[in-house]
C-alpha cells in the first residue's frame, strides 16, 4: 500500500469513528446545551427597556375624538389635563404624539361610567390600582389612584401617582358602591 493509500484509509476510519460516536452523546448534556442556546437566543431578542412618558390628553383632543363619554379620567398630581381617558369600550393615552387607543379589559374590575381598571393596547396594557385615600373617605366618582403602563415585554415603562374621576351613566353610582361595597377601583 502506498503511503497516500494508507492516510486515506486511515481518515476514513477516524470519520467513521466520529459517527458511531456521534449515537452514543450524553442525552442529558445535550438537553444542557440546547436550553443554554435557548436561554441565549431569548436574552439576545430581549429589546432594551425603553421607559415611555405620557403627554398630557388636552381638551382640544377630548372634543376633537369625542373623548366625554361616561367614563374615568387619570391625572397626576398637580396637573389640570389627563393623561388617560377610559370608558366602557376603550381608553386613550397620548405617547410620543400619537393617541393609542387601548381595548378595556372585561374580566378587570369595573368603574363607574362602566369604566375598566385595565386597558390593553397592541404593545402595551394601562392598569388603574385603587390607592389608600388620605383624606378619610372617597366618594364614588373620584379617588387616589395610581396608572401603571406596561410594556410588551411586562416590564413597568411608566409609573404615576394622581387621582381618578369618573363621570356615570345615570344611576350607575349608587348600583356600583352597592356591588361592590363601596370599593370602586382595584388593581389586577
Not at 379589559?105 to 393596547?121: I, M
Not at 396594557?125 to 411586562?154: C, F, I, K, M, Y
Request: glycine share 10%; charged share 25%.
Amino acid at each position: 500500500m502506498t503511503r497516500s493509500t494508507v492516510l486515506a484509509l486511515g481518515l476514513s476510519l477516524a470519520a467513521l469513528a466520529s459517527l458511531s460516536a456521534c449515537g452514543r452523546e450524553d442525552p442529558a448534556r445535550k438537553d444542557a446545551e440546547d436550553a443554554h442556546d435557548v436561554a441565549m437566543v431569548e436574552r439576545m431578542s430581549k429589546e432594551p427597556f425603553k421607559p415611555i412618558v405620557p403627554k398630557p390628553i388636552t381638551s382640544v383632543d377630548v372634543e376633537r375624538y369625542g373623548l366625554d363619554k361616561p367614563g374615568c379620567r387619570f391625572r397626576k398630581q398637580g396637573e389640570a389635563d389627563p393623561i388617560f381617558i377610559g370608558n366602557a369600550e376603550e381608553g386613550f393615552m397620548r405617547i410620543e404624539g400619537d393617541l393609542k387607543r387601548y381595548a378595556a379589559k372585561l374580566e378587570s374590575a369595573q368603574l363607574p361610567g362602566n369604566a375598566r381598571t385595565t386597558y390593553v393596547g397592541l404593545s402595551t396594557w394601562v392598569d388603574l390600582v385603587s390607592l389608600p385615600d388620605r383624606v378619610g373617605g372617597s366618594n364614588h366618582t373620584h379617588w387616589p389612584a395610581r396608572l401603571v403602563l406596561h410594556d410588551s415585554q411586562e416590564r413597568v415603562a411608566f409609573l404615576a401617582d394622581g387621582e381618578v374621576t369618573c363621570t356615570a351613566t345615570p344611576g350607575q353610582a349608587s348600583e356600583t358602591a352597592d356591588e361592590t361595597g363601596g370599593d370602586t377601583a382595584s388593581g389586577d
